[in-house]
């Protein structure tokens, strides 16, 4: 059974630009969620998505979104970047119906903002 | 504030002996609570969780412990192993909610 794949694994933007991360859950997962990851802040939540509609939000600014599409794939973007915008962004996916928390993560985007 | 604290940046620990990795939190209405293992250049591991009414689950040779009246968790590994040198994440999900509130890790360091 494949893992949850992120694309692209690494890459450089420059400040006001915008990014587009692609995550593939695994195969019968319906919830993604995406996770920010940084040297100071650790990892915070920014959304979830499940049947194509976001669950739940993280308090992110509104120039991070997101959606699902039909076959469970997320994608997330964010507009105008920033230099604390470098991170690493970390999708997981769940089928987890009794709401445990357990979640498959996938290696990451890592976002370098120049 | 943080709600999830791991107050140990990092800790090191011999081969065969116990790792003890903490957690505090701050928040009554957490249901479930997890520790993930997170490897360079990977993603976060699901280890082990525990429901918020039970006080102990054990996996191999992993147990949680979890005391409610004082908000705390514990992590223990028995024996450590070289191969389990990695950053531990403590995190708790809101019973109300799907999210993962995570604390900012320990890196455990074990040598042989």
């Known amino acids: 059974k494949a893992g949850v794949t992120q694309t692209p694994r690494y890459l450089i933007k420059t400040r006001g630009q915008q990014v587009t991360l692609s995550c593939s859950p695994i195969?019968?997962?319906?919830?993604v969620s995406w996770y920010q990851q940084t040297p100071g802040q650790g990892l915070q939540f920014l959304f979830e998505y499940f049947s194509e509609t976001q669950r739940n939000k993280g308090n992110f600014p509104g120039r991070f979104s997101g959606r699902q599409f039909s076959n469970s794939r997320s994608e997330m973007n964010v507009s105008t970047l920033e230099l604390g915008d470098s991170a690493l962004y970390l999708c997981a996916s769940s089928a987890d119906s009794a709401n445990t928390g357990e979640l498959f993560f996938g290696e990451g985007s890592r976002l370098t903002v120049l | 504030d943080q709600q999830v604290k791991q107050n140990s940046p990092s800790l090191s620990v011999q081969e065969g002996r116990i790792s003890i990795l903490n957690c505090d939190y701050t928040n009554s209405m957490f249901d479930y609570f997890l520790w993930y293992k997170k490897y360079p250049a990977e993603g976060p591991t699901f280890l082990i969780s525990?429901?918020?009414?039970?006080d102990k689950n054990e996996d191999g040779r992993f147990t949680v412990f979890l005391n409610k009246s004082a908000k705390h968790l514990s992590l223990h590994i028995v024996p450590s192993q070289p191969g389990d040198s990695a950053v531990y994440f403590c995190a708790a999900k809101n019973q109300a909610g799907t999210a993962l509130i995570f604390g900012k890790g320990t890196t455990l360091s074990v040598s042989s």
């Open positions: 195969s019968g997962h319906r919830s």
């Open positions: 525990i429901s918020s009414i039970k």
